[in-house]
Each structure stands twice: as structure tokens, then as C-alpha cells.
């Protein structure tokens, strides 16, 4: 078990924890393509409680590396960028068509090359084990989470699909601002 603690196997403990939100991503993926939205938000928030404890724990046992970083970005992009953009698409936007499903279609495109923006530039920007106090623009988990929001607001008719393209086009702005946001 002394490999679930050596910082230079890719199959650590804190990247095993990455390695569950993965598989809860894609497997939310695949529920939304079902139309099975209430097990996909499930299965996302499943996947954000791993990315919580992926962090914690590698830092408590020092086993934060490179290769560590890069996974947990993809894991990031998979879960709190991809899968709220086709529950999105899948939920809201399907029922749309001609120039508004064009627009939803670049707002989505948009939001999606915004996130793996963030998600590079923080990991150009990242020094293993270390944790600033703030992030420079939205984190996307959080921006995840207003997506959460946003599709909730739809669903429940407080908002309508032109309002979920500008909030979608919004939060894709913030992911890349200077805005500071404070680390948990």
C-alpha cells in the first residue's frame, strides 16, 4: 500500500480520488444523453466532492506533482466545464432551433474554450503543493455551480433560454477575469 502514498506514482491516493471524479463525469455524461438529468447532477456533484478531497489530500501526505496537476485539470474540465455545458445543451437548448440554436450552440463553444482557458493558464501558473490565497477569476467549480443555478432557474421557468445563453455567456467571461475569489 506504500504506493498509494509516493508522490511520483500517477496511481497515489489523492490521483485515485481524481480518478473517481473522472469516472462520475463521464458517467454523467452518459446520463444526459439519456435524458437522465436528476442522476447526472448527482453523479457531478459526486465528482465535485472527490475534487475537494483529491486537493486536501495531496496536500496533507505531499504528494502533489506535476502530473497530478494536469490530471486534476482535465478532471476539472471533464466535470465542471463539459458536463454542465451538454446538461445545458441536452435540458434547454435541444428545444430551440434556428438562429437561437445557432447562438446557443457559440454561447456553449464559448463557455467550453473558456473554462480550458482557465483551467491551462492555471496550470501554467501552478506551483505543486502550493495554495494561494485567492484565485484571479472564477474557479470552474464554482462557475459550474452557477451553471447549476442557471439550469435550475430554467427548468423551473424563472428564466428563459435567452437569459441561459447571456448567464452562460457571463460565466464564461468571469472564468477568465481579473475578479479575485477567495480559496476555500
Partial sequence: MKFLFTPTNH???????????IAAGMSATYFITQNNFF???????????????DGKIARKYNLSNEFGIQLDSFADFLSFVLVPVFLIFQAIYSTLDGMLLAISAI?????????????????????????????????????????WLVYLAAINSLITAPLVIVAMVAIGYLLNSKLKVRHP
Fill in 11 to 21: 496511481f497515489n491516493l489523492a490521483n485515485l480520488f481524481t480518478f473517481v471524479n
Fill in 39 to 53: 442522476i447526472a447532477i448527482i453523479l457531478a456533484w459526486v465528482g465535485g466532492a472527490f475534487d475537494i478531497f
Fill in 107 to 147: 454561447a456553449s463553444i464559448y463557455y467550453v474554450i473558456s473554462g480550458l482557458r482557465r483551467l491551462i493558464q492555471f496550470n501554467i501558473d501552478a506551483d505543486a503543493g502550493k495554495v494561494s490565497k485567492y484565485f484571479i477569476g472564477v474557479p470552474t467549480p464554482l462557475g459550474a455551480i452557477l451553471l
